[in-house]
């Protein structure tokens, strides 16, 4: 299968999704910090304030601003992004959902909530323990486009 971001002579290229029409498309990753005892008990009482609330608006933010970040991503109209940060006895998963109405799929917008989700924790968690790890990070379905993708 050739790769869509270079030309036939192996130059950089954004990819032309001009004739493409829009349509619904959906994306979902997933990842994993893995956290330090120390950690989860000082989650809900840290000197810089709700480290959830602020991962989760980050992950949002992160979202919106995908094409500014990684230099070939089309820029697009989000319809919602969905992020949820959980604690759980493997460290603080983290959920993006990304939708959109568009030419082009909304998996890279997925993942880059996921991880400034992730990197966001990790700088409000730093001074207790810098031994954090965001790892597992993974598309876990796409719909819309070409063809619908889940991870079995």
Do not use: F
Request: aromatic share 2%; hydrophobic share 40%; net charge negative.
């Amino acid at each position: 299968m050739p790769l869509t971001h270079t030309d036939e002579s192996g130059n950089v290229q954004m990819v032309d999704v001009g004739g493409k029409a829009d349509t619904p498309r959906v994306a979902r990753a997933t990842g994993l910090l893995k956290i330090q005892p120390s950690h989860r008990e000082a989650l809900s009482n840290l000197p810089k304030g709700d480290a959830l609330t602020t991962a989760q608006i980050a992950g949002i933010l992160g979202a919106k601003r995908t094409a500014d970040l990684i230099p070939l991503c089309h820029p697009l109209p989000l319809d919602s992004v969905d992020v949820h940060i959980t604690p759980t006895e493997q460290g603080i998963e983290i959920e993006a959902i990304a939708r959109t109405s568009a030419k082009t799929g909304v998996e890279m917008e997925a993942y880059t909530a996921v991880v400034v989700a992730g990197i966001t924790l990790i700088d409000m968690l730093k001074g207790i323990d810098p031994d954090l790890t965001l790892t597992e990070v993974r598309l876990m379905e796409k719909t819309g486009g070409k063809r619908d993708w889940k991870r079995t």
